[in-house]
Nanobody, 126 residues
Framework: DVQLQASGGGLVQPGGSLRLSCDVS????????IGWFRQAPGKPREGIIC????????YYGKSTKGRFTISRDNAKNTLYLQMNSLKPEDTAVYYC???????????????????WGQGTQLTVSS
């Protein structure tokens, strides 16, 4: 079974940094799309950074571009989201998602992903 487990959320002051982790298991091969999404109360789920491992294409959401980056540890099957210069408007539940059928044109769409982690809360507040 495919499993994704996000962790690392918490309370951070504005301007601070935090790194989220997503442990991934169960995909048959190393080629699948994987991304970070977030959802604030009353708002739709938003793609932050999504990567298609098959062709290397990456989608960067406008609101976090330049402040957030992704990296992966293939040995641990873990995806990371490094978040810098955090703002109160970054407050949301953060999710990781993966799917081997997602193509580059739909990387940013949460509806394209079948496999989701449980979400981890980030609160940016002084």
């Amino acid at each position: 079974d495919v499993q994704l487990q996000a962790s690392g959320g918490g309370l951070v002051q504005p301007g601070g940094s935090l790194r989220l982790s997503c442990d991934v298991s169960g995909f048959d091969s190393g080629y699948y799309a994987i991304g970070w999404f977030r959802q604030a109360p009353g708002k739709p789920r938003e793609g932050i950074i999504c990567n298609n491992q098959f062709d290397g294409n990456t989608y960067y959401g406008k609101s976090t571009k330049g402040r957030f980056t992704i990296s992966r540890d293939n040995a641990k099957n873990t995806l990371y989201l490094q978040m810098n210069s955090l703002k109160p408007e970054d407050t949301a539940v953060y999710y990781c998602a993966g799917d081997p059928t997602v193509i580059t044109s739909t990387l940013r769409l949460s509806s394209a992903y079948h496999y989701w982690g449980q979400g981890t809360q980030l609160t940016v507040s002084s």
